[in-house]
């Protein structure tokens, strides 16, 4: 079986499938697509489905042209039939991995995935699941599914996982040029899948012993940077009581060519990995008897930075003698990160939502995001950042640093702003600006 793969990725004659065309699954599928394999993306929604079938883009990390002369050329399509998966040799799993309402991990869409590609799953398939995940998905979850059809893991077909590293907006690091990471059942399977992603990426393919070792990888990846961001912001509440600029101290510890990484404070995580997986990991240790008590604690100061910004927000307007009870309050930016459409998890919705809760008035305003759902619920952007807009809020409230904003018109024309960002580092005078 593995010669007969290396034979066909050598030959472009492999046929990949992608199951979840998101934020990880479409770029990869247009890869795979554009490095010379026919891919099938398969998705349970219907107008993803038709949109990529028109040549449509709904991904900012996918260039629409790419994505248009693929489709056009046959090399990629799409459909909501999984039947269609005995027609591929390399199908990749890339759907959520989000949390339940109790902060525990909800894979049922992996489930589900893995259940309809193990009802038409034929011999000589490889299956290698993207989802971050906690350590042991791959070998308790995915592979008992998989034989179950009869057909044996290693002998039969090949599973693996291989962790997305995708990072929305990211002008340097694509799917195509960011190392991956593989870690697959047996020698043989390892081999393959690397060589898969060899063919159809341009940067390193880090090859480990075992799926577990790749899943806690990117646990590893995403918690650390948790970690970090607690930090800084339990700093920055710190540095607040003590009078101290915060940003300048980042900015001053980041001269220094090793042994330091600079983090910065804010209203909060955003996004799919950083504020969902330690709580995987936490919820894994558990079943070891271990509690992740580090973890946790940078977990609590980050969960706790949208109610901090909102008490922050009312001691600057205490400065004005008003209360937040009854106050106009514009948000600035409610994508989790500058420059993307991405709303989810961001950090300003719950800001929002705890503004409100004071009786504050609140709206918005994001040139990326004209509109967003929330519990079932519609919000809008303010059409346009005009001045009377600006004049008419008791405060501005930056929680996202868009560059396509101009602040020296904010600053202009607001009576005070709480920048959760440091988005106005550079802009003078500063009378009427307070800094997280």
Known sequence: MKETILNKIGQRTLTCGVVGLGYVGLPLAVEK???????????????????????????????????EALVKSGMLRATTDFSLVTDVDFIAICVPTPLDAHQQPDISYVRSSTEAIAKYLRKGTMVVLESTTYPGTTEELLKPILEST??????????????????????IYKTKNTPKVVGAIGEDATECIAAVYRAVLGAEVHTVSSPAIAEMEKILENTYRNVNIGLVNELAQLCDKMHINFWEVIDAAKSKPYGFQAFYPGPGLGGHCIPLDPYYLSWKAREYGFHTSMIEASMMVNDRMPEYCVERTSRVLNGFKKSLNGAKVLVLGVAYK????????????????ELEKTGAQVSYYDPWVPQYREHGEIRTSIPELTAEAL?????????????????????????????????MKNITPRDNIEVL
């Open 33 to 67: 697509a554009k490095a010379g394999f026919k891919t099938i993306g398969f998705d349970v929604q219907s107008q993803k489905v038709d949109m990529v079938n028109a040549g449509h883009n709904y991904i900012g990390d996918v260039v629409d042209s790419d994505l």
């Open 150 to 171: 009869g057909l044996t893991c290693g002998k039969d077909f090949y599973l693996g996982f291989s962790p997305e590293r995708v990072d929305p907006g990211n002008l």
């Open 338 to 353: 500058q420059d993307i459409d991405d709303y989810r998890e961001s950090p300003a919705i719950r800001v929002i939502e």
């Open 391 to 423: 004049e008419q809020a008791d405060v501005v409230l930056v929680t996202t640093a868009h560059t396509n904003v101009d602040y020296a018109f904010i600053q202009k024309h607001a009576k005070a702003i709480f920048d959760t960002k440091n988005a």
